[in-house]
Protein backbone atom coordinates (compact mmCIF):
# COMPACT_ATOMS: atom_id res chain seq x y z
CA UNK A 1 0.00 0.00 0.00
CA UNK A 2 1.27 3.26 -1.14
CA UNK A 3 0.55 6.63 1.20
CA UNK A 4 -0.89 8.09 -1.63
CA UNK A 5 -3.38 5.51 -1.57
CA UNK A 6 -4.89 6.29 1.81
CA UNK A 7 -7.24 8.48 2.91
CA UNK A 8 -6.18 11.81 5.30
CA UNK A 9 -7.98 9.87 8.36
CA UNK A 10 -6.57 6.85 7.84
CA UNK A 11 -2.77 8.97 7.49
CA UNK A 12 -3.28 10.40 10.36
CA UNK A 13 -4.12 7.21 12.54
CA UNK A 14 -0.76 5.60 10.99
CA UNK A 15 1.00 8.80 11.60
CA UNK A 16 0.18 8.48 15.44
CA UNK A 17 0.19 5.15 16.35
CA UNK A 18 4.52 5.11 14.48
CA UNK A 19 5.03 8.28 16.60
CA UNK A 20 3.05 7.02 19.85
CA UNK A 21 5.19 3.20 18.99
CA UNK A 22 8.59 5.21 19.00
CA UNK A 23 7.73 7.37 22.43
CA UNK A 24 7.09 4.13 23.95
CA UNK A 25 10.07 2.44 22.65
CA UNK A 26 12.37 5.94 23.69
CA UNK A 27 10.73 5.64 27.33
CA UNK A 28 11.47 1.53 27.56
CA UNK A 29 14.56 2.21 26.36
CA UNK A 30 15.61 5.42 28.47
CA UNK A 31 13.67 3.45 32.15
CA UNK A 32 17.35 2.67 33.89
CA UNK A 33 15.28 -0.36 35.34
CA UNK A 34 14.19 -1.66 32.03
CA UNK A 35 17.62 -1.11 30.41
CA UNK A 36 19.66 -2.70 32.99
CA UNK A 37 16.94 -6.10 32.40
CA UNK A 38 17.82 -5.82 28.49
CA UNK A 39 21.76 -5.29 29.16
CA UNK A 40 21.17 -8.77 31.73
CA UNK A 41 19.39 -10.74 29.23
CA UNK A 42 21.76 -9.45 26.18
CA UNK A 43 24.85 -11.07 28.56
CA UNK A 44 23.38 -14.34 29.22
CA UNK A 45 22.92 -14.63 25.80
CA UNK A 46 26.47 -13.67 24.98
CA UNK A 47 27.68 -16.25 28.12
CA UNK A 48 25.43 -19.04 26.47
CA UNK A 49 22.91 -18.65 29.94
CA UNK A 50 20.01 -19.70 27.44
CA UNK A 51 17.41 -22.22 26.89
CA UNK A 52 15.88 -23.11 23.75
CA UNK A 53 12.21 -22.24 22.93
CA UNK A 54 11.35 -25.67 22.08
CA UNK A 55 13.44 -27.38 25.55
CA UNK A 56 11.47 -24.75 27.39
CA UNK A 57 8.25 -25.55 25.75
CA UNK A 58 8.80 -29.62 26.13
CA UNK A 59 9.95 -29.05 30.16
CA UNK A 60 6.74 -26.95 30.55
CA UNK A 61 4.34 -29.48 28.62
CA UNK A 62 6.19 -32.36 31.11
CA UNK A 63 5.68 -30.49 34.39
CA UNK A 64 1.82 -29.82 33.36
CA UNK A 65 -0.19 -31.75 36.05
CA UNK A 66 2.65 -32.11 38.42
CA UNK A 67 2.45 -30.82 42.19
Known amino acids: ???ADLTVE???DLLRKTI????EDLYI????AIKTKIEEGLADI??????PLDD?????KANRGKV
Do not use: N
Not at 46 to 51: L, S
Not at 56 to 60: D, N
Open 1 to 3: MKI
Open 10 to 12: EFE
Open 20 to 23: EDEI
Open 29 to 32: LLDP
Open 46 to 51: REGRVI
Open 56 to 60: LIARR
